[in-house]
């Protein structure tokens, strides 16, 4: 798989597979290490198009910050629905954003070839809106509170700006414990 391969993302299975093949050069590099994680209860069935990964990824100053993230891949159109992260996907962001980790969705709107890192913070304003019944159901390709970013380094903007994935990153940068 190579990099020319983004332009042939269709779906999210293949979204999968990219960000999987993207992952082995973080490793390769020694630059992080990303794995998909379960969210669910055992004998649950991932929904299609939805996936979670964790890890740690390098920030630019040389240190290891945790990452947590759910990749949605969105096979045509502009918009990503809040429904279709499930409970247990925005539990298991906002425990590793509440502990120090940086969180964020990773939006991939597959026709348009555009990628967005929805950093925690933002999400957890939309799903209370959404689940309140007055705010938005989906997030717009190219809102202004998205992040952009390209393959295959699509960690680069949460190593560029910590703080704005990670509720905690000045404390864990500076040492501070709780």
Same mark, same amino acid.
Request: aromatic share 12%; glycine share 10%.
């Given at each position: ?9 269709? +779906?999210a299975g293949a979204l999968k597979e990219y960000l999987d093949f993207c992952n082995e050069g973080y ?20 929904? *299609?198009? &939805?996936? !979670?990964?964790?890890?740690? #990824?390098?920030? @630019? ?8 993230? !759910? =990749? ?7 918009? %990503?629905?809040?429904?279709?992260? &499930? +409970?247990?996907? /925005?539990?298991?962001?906002?425990? =590793? ?6 969180? @964020? ?5 597959? *026709?348009?070839?555009?990628? @967005?890192?929805?950093? @925690?913070? *933002?999400?957890?304003?939309? %799903? ?12 717009? !390709?190219g809102d202004s509170r998205l992040v952009e970013t390209q393959?295959?380094? /699509? ?7 910590? +703080?704005?994935? !990670?509720?905690? %990153? #000045? #404390?864990?940068?500076?040492? =501070?414990?709780?």
């Open positions: 798989m190579s990099l020319r391969a983004v332009t042939r993302l269709k +779906d490793r390769a590099r020694k630059r992080g290490v990303v794995y998909p994680v379960l969210t669910g209860l055992p004998g649950e069935v991932e929904r *299609e198009g &939805e996936s !979670c990964y964790g890890g740690h #990824n390098m920030t @630019f100053s040389g240190r290891p910050m945790p990452v947590i993230f !759910c =990749a949605a891949g969105i096979p045509a159109g502009d918009r %990503w629905p809040l429904s279709s992260l &499930e +409970d247990a996907e /925005y539990a298991l962001l906002e425990s =590793a954003y509440l502990t120090g980790a940086a969180a @964020f969705v990773l939006l991939g709107y597959l *026709e348009l070839k555009r990628f @967005f890192l929805l950093p @925690f913070g *933002e999400l957890q304003k939309r %799903w209370r809106h959404w689940r309140w019944g007055s705010g938005p159901v989906t997030v717009k !390709c393959f295959p380094h /699509y960690l680069a903007p949460v190593a560029e700006k910590p +703080d704005l994935f !990670c509720q905690q %990153w #000045n #404390n864990v940068a500076l040492g =501070a414990t709780g």
